[in-house]
């Protein structure tokens, strides 16, 4: 069933790329990070380097984004992912994968292996305020979702600044009920971007600063 579903959403993608070429465009870049904070978690406790590639056309985009640690302690992460969006909603569906150099058996997607982790999200944007709500579906044995409302507070001195809470439950808890993950204050000026993250659950606090090229 789940093979079928991806086999179906990656034809529709393809068949739809195709037939809009002229419009279509693709990009690349990559972030260097002070730590690797995901929706309140910290993966690796390194520094990370995070490439990405997007090939996109009218409504649709297909990507990879990775993250790579530059310590051995640091935990690396490579996804694909579709997104469908029609004005301020968006669909995507993401395949996480965290390859670890050894039996990385990337194309086992047996859900009781738990080798891909498959999310769908769904989000909302009007004017500063953004909504998000996402559901693992294939490979997280809790079925964890995480919600999150942010909001933008628009240039203070050159600077953008914006704000964003996240609730989860399952894999992003201490003991998988739900609760207050990432609370979290984000900067960003130029190539530059700084956020100061509050995980209420975990009752620990990161400052990350990063670059974009």
Known sequence: MIKKFLSGAVLLATVTLLSSTAHAEINFGSDLVSRYVWRGTDFGDAVSVQPGIAYSTGAIEIGAWSSWALSGSGANENDIYVSFSAGPVGVTITDYFFPTGVENDFFNYKDEDGIHILEVSASFTTGPMSLMGAFNFLGDGEDSFY??????LGEMDGIEVGL??????????????????????????????????????????FLVFGKSF
Do not use: C, H, Q, R
């Not at 399952?170 to 000026?189: E, I, R, S, W």
């Open 147 to 152: 919600l999150e409302a942010g909001y933008g």
């Open 164 to 205: 964003a809470a996240g609730l989860g439950n399952g894999a992003y808890t201490t003991d998988t009920d739900p609760m207050l993950v990432n609370l979290a204050v984000n900067l960003a000026k130029d190539d530059y971007f700084a956020s100061y993250i509050l995980n209420p659950d975990k009752e620990t606090i």
